[in-house]
């Protein structure tokens, strides 16, 4: 009986391991969306000043899936905004995909950017197309 169970345990083990992991599978956002993303961000942050970004950082795409399977993107990332005599500090912000978009600023943002279910696209820093983005509309 002792080896039934222990073979048992064996195979519960081994199958859970060869289990597929569902979110390294996910598909990278399509060019449009990441094109969308940056846009949006680059125009809100032009247009609803301030704070105005001096820079950007570790800007990167990731989605949020439902357990209806839907898919909703956003654009996640930092940036250093001008401050006037005040040493500024990195704050981050969500671009995020909705029937048009939402950005979210600092501490609202963090409940976006920093959630565990968020899956990342394994890609490049895009930190300097926005800032590329932004610096054509000013």
Same mark, same amino acid.
């Given at each position: 009986?002792?080896?039934?169970?222990?073979?048992?345990?064996?195979?519960?083990?081994?199958?859970?391991?060869?289990?597929?992991?569902?979110? %390294?599978?996910? !598909?990278?956002?399509?060019? &449009?969306?990441?094109?969308?993303?940056?846009?949006?961000?680059?125009?809100? +942050?032009? #247009?609803?000043?301030?704070?105005?970004?001096?820079?950007?950082?570790?800007?990167?795409?990731?989605? #949020?899936?439902? &357990?209806?399977?839907?898919?909703?993107?956003?654009?996640?990332? *930092?940036?250093?905004?001008?401050?006037?005599?005040?040493?500024?500090?990195? #704050?981050? +912000?969500? #671009?995020?995909?909705? @029937?048009?978009?939402? !950005?979210?600023?600092?501490? !609202? &943002?963090?409940?976006?950017? !920093?959630?565990?279910?968020?899956?990342?696209?394994?890609?490049?820093?895009? @930190?300097?197309?926005? *800032? %590329?983005?932004?610096?054509?509309?000013?």
């Amino acid at each position: 009986m002792r080896y039934l169970s222990v073979l048992f345990a064996t195979l519960v083990l081994a199958a859970c391991s060869m289990a597929p992991d569902t979110r %390294s599978n996910v !598909q990278a956002a399509s060019p &449009a969306v990441v094109e969308f993303l940056l846009t949006s961000s680059a125009t809100d +942050f032009h #247009t609803h000043r301030p704070p105005d970004p001096v820079r950007f950082r570790d800007v990167r795409v990731g989605r #949020t899936i439902a &357990a209806s399977g839907e898919e909703r993107y956003m654009l996640c990332g *930092q940036f250093l905004p001008v401050r006037e005599g005040v040493k500024a500090e990195w #704050t981050l +912000f969500a #671009t995020i995909e909705t @029937s048009g978009y939402e !950005q979210w600023l600092g501490a !609202q &943002a963090a409940g976006y950017c !920093q959630g565990s279910s968020v899956v990342w696209d394994k890609g490049d820093d895009l @930190s300097a197309s926005l *800032q %590329s983005r932004l610096d054509s509309l000013r």
